[in-house]
């Protein structure tokens, strides 16, 4: 049961990374330190909730797609 926690924790945490890449790739030499952190701080939130985003996002394809369909 502590391997499964640990790989969720990981896994989020990856995906937290992921969602935070472009914004650090967009600002690592540009920007200096104290702006780079304003500007984390306020995309972290949204990093921090990328499962609902992804379950969003895939519930949303499947309900246009059914939605888009017509019987016959």
Do not use: C, D, H, K
Not at 3 to 14: A, K
Not at 40 to 56: D, K
Request: hydrophobic letters at 50%; a positive charge.
């Amino acid at each position: 049961m502590r391997v499964f926690i640990g790989l969720v924790v990981i896994i989020y945490l990856v995906g937290v990374g992921v969602e935070l890449a472009p914004t650090f790739q967009a600002n690592w030499s540009t920007s200096p330190t104290s702006r780079l952190a304003a500007i984390v701080a306020s995309e972290l939130p949204g990093a921090l909730s990328w499962p609902a985003t992804v379950y969003r996002r895939v519930a949303g394809n499947n309900n246009a797609a059914a939605a888009n369909t017509t019987p016959q």
